[in-house]
Structures are given as C-alpha cells and as structure tokens.
C-alpha cells in the first residue's frame, strides 16, 4: 500500500500571504497520480490540483501550484495571495495508474491551514 | 443540483443496532466509492463499484458492514450491530472511469459525509 505522508499537522497564515504545505509519499511506481483535496468545516471533499507523474510541469489552479519532485517523491501545494475562504483542511493523496485497475485514494492524514484577517 | 448526495447528513444510534446509508453519485459516473474518515484523520478506502460490480474491499471493511450498488447508480452502505469503533465519518465519492487507459481524467467528486455517532 501507498504511504502518503503530511508532517504538518497546522499552518497558520496571514490573508494575501503565501503558504506551502508539504507532502511526501511512498512509491515503487514510476506513474501515478498525486491530488490536493480541500476539507472546509462544511465537510466537502474539493479537489484543488492534480498532478499527473509522467508530466514534468507542474500543476498549476489559480492561486494554487504545486512543486511535484518525483525523485525526492515530493509533492507540495502553495497557496498565494491566501484569502479567509481558503482556511481548511488540506489533504494529499495518491492514486495508482489505472492500468492496475485501481482507483482508489490514499490519503494523508491533512494540514489545517487557518487564514487570518 | 448534480453533485454527489449522501442522506442522512447525522446519525445517531446505540450500540447494537444497524444504520444504513444512502449515496447518489453523479449521474453519469460509472464508479463509486466508500470512505471512512476519523476525526483528525485522512479518509481511508472502504470499497469501490463499478456500474454495480463490487471490485475491492478494504480489510477494514468487517463483516458486519455491506454495501451494495443494485442498478449501478445509488448504493447503500449498511453496518450492523454497531460498535463504539464505527464513530466517524461516511465518505462518498464517483468518478468517471475511463478504462483501462491513461485516465487523464480520473477525478473522485466527494458527498459532504454522513457523520455517525454510536452511543
């Protein structure tokens, strides 16, 4: 099983700042899929990014980028011009190559990132 | 509105008895998926569907849990005779499966979650 790893339990930032939010994990593949959800207190699960690992550029969603390192197995999300709306809860996952006929996410265990006024 | 549904939003029960949840996916998504997710944690993978084929099974899933997806759109998770360890909460997902090819596209669209609480 894939090891999907966030050591930051919480981040705090300061609105129109710019936070990043790391995010390691644990593979023998050379292709998969890396994704940031974001979890509000609503409880929504909102995809934010997606990364594809056989493609070198990174993703890139508006205010939200990505620095994916595939040999460090790295995938970090940043966050820019911060705003009230984006203070959740952040999840990293890992989904295998569909040619394992496997879609299912693992997930990291989240940052919480509280955006301050 | 088309996104993922999940029904009851909360549920209360007591030790013992069984719950059953509902999920309805998007409409044209072939594939859904079960979460759990305790508090503090990341969601774990529960099982998964495609059309009405139930294909995996996480070991976490005892067998005092069953979900189905009858006609290949809704499914139901049931628990039966619940324990204190099933607190948590009920995650579910579809996406759009694009076979055995590079999926570019693969993307889970997530319900808000029925929160279970058993006394």
């Known amino acids: 099983a894939q090891t999907v790893t966030q050591s930051q339990p919480e981040m705090s930032v300061q609105e129109a700042e710019t936070v990043t939010l790391s995010c390691t994990y644990d593979?023998?593949?050379?292709?998969?899929?890396l994704f940031w959800y974001k979890q509000p207190p609503s409880r929504q699960m909102i995809l934010v990014i997606r990364?594809?690992?056989?493609?070198?550029q990174n993703a890139t969603e508006n205010r939200f980028s990505v620095n994916f390192q595939k040999a460090a197995k790295s995938f970090s999300l940043k966050i820019s011009d911060s705003q009230l709306g984006d203070t959740a809860m952040y999840f990293c996952?890992?989904?295998?190559?569909?040619?394992?006929?496997?879609?299912?996410?693992?997930f990291g265990a989240g940052t919480t990132v509280t955006v301050r006024a | 509105d088309t996104g993922v549904s999940q029904d009851p939003r909360h549920k209360i029960t007591k030790r013992g008895q069984n719950v059953t949840f509902r999920c309805d996916p998007i409409?044209?998504?072939?594939?859904l998926y079960w979460y759990r997710q305790t508090l503090g944690q990341g969601p774990e993978f529960l099982t998964y569907?495609?059309?009405?084929?139930?294909?995996?099974k996480s070991r976490l899933l005892s067998d005092r849990f069953s979900a189905e997806r009858p006609k290949g759109s809704f499914s139901t998770l049931e628990i039966q005779r619940t324990e204190q360890g099933d607190s948590a909460m009920y995650l579910c997902?579809?996406?759009?499966?694009?076979?055995?090819?590079?999926?570019?596209?693969?993307?889970?669209?997530f319900g808000s979650g029925t929160q279970l609480s058993v006394l």
């Open positions: 997902a579809s996406s759009l499966g694009q076979g055995v090819t590079r999926a570019t596209n693969e993307k889970l669209f």
């Open positions: 593979t023998s593949e050379n292709n998969y899929y």
């Open positions: 990364q594809e690992a056989y493609k070198q």
């Open positions: 996952a890992f989904m295998r190559p569909p040619l394992f006929n496997d879609y299912k996410l693992s």
């Open positions: 409409s044209e998504h072939n594939r």
């Open positions: 569907f495609q059309n009405e084929a139930q294909l995996e």
